[in-house]
């Protein structure tokens, strides 16, 4: 029988309530990782625990508002605490945007995204790296977007968020490179999630803009196919791949 491929590997999810967090909880938990699901959304975790345990596999849930830098800390200390040393950080929470484009954008839209989406991926990936350099190992995926990749894809503050995700997970993969830490990204374009319930009041200018790309969307993915590559990228068989922005968009972007 194969070795399950992330057997023992203490795995920190965020966003792991639901979509492509719970997906990849449960489909890391399967191939051995020790998972803990981190949410907002307390009884969502709760909920995907519930299945990765009664399916035999380990994880638990931890609250945590990923915008705060103290529920951050608090996050990695619960982990540690339950699980041991962290081996993989799944920077996967985020919200998006409504769609404003630049002329329109408001000051709370603008610190609302870029806090959930891009200060929290940093917060992370610091807390990460200090756990990771004593041991010289370990590994980072960020979930980014298409729209962190292409200009019309979602408003100003979504893309700028995701944009600086990209660039992030770039930097960081090349500063720690000879540390044995390694730190990619996946893009999604369109998928079945809840993300659409962050969106809020509906910039109608900025959302007639972007609908035009929408024209050459493929049908949505699933999250399943997220945590298909995900689990790949963190895992052994991806130790030469570093510094990736790999779009997973059923072909999207190749437009």
Partial sequence: MDKPLLAGKMTIITGAGS??????????????????AADLNLDRANEVVSDIQKAGNQAIAVKANVANQADISAMFSSAKEQYGPVDILVNNAGIMDNMAAVGDLEDDEWTKVMTVNTNSVMY??????????????????????VGGTNGARAGAAYTASKHAVVGLTKNTAYMYANEGIRVNAIAPGGIATNISQS???????????????????????????????????VSDGARYINGAIVPVDGGWTAY
Avoid: C, W, Y
Avoid at 124 to 140: C, D, K, N, S, Y
């Fill in 199 to 233: 969106m809020g009041n509906v910039n109608q200018f900025g959302m007639k803009r972007q609908m035009t790309g929408m024209q050459t969307s493929p049908k949505p993915g699933t999250p399943d196919e997220i945590a298909n590559v995900a689990l790949f990228l």
């Fill in 19 to 36: 979509g492509m967090g719970a997906a990849m909880a449960k489909l890391f938990a399967s191939e051995g990782a020790k998972v803990v």
């Fill in 124 to 145: 992370g990936m610091r807390a990460a790296i200090q756990e990771f350099l004593p041991r010289h190992t370990g590994v980072i995926l960020n979930i980014a977007s």
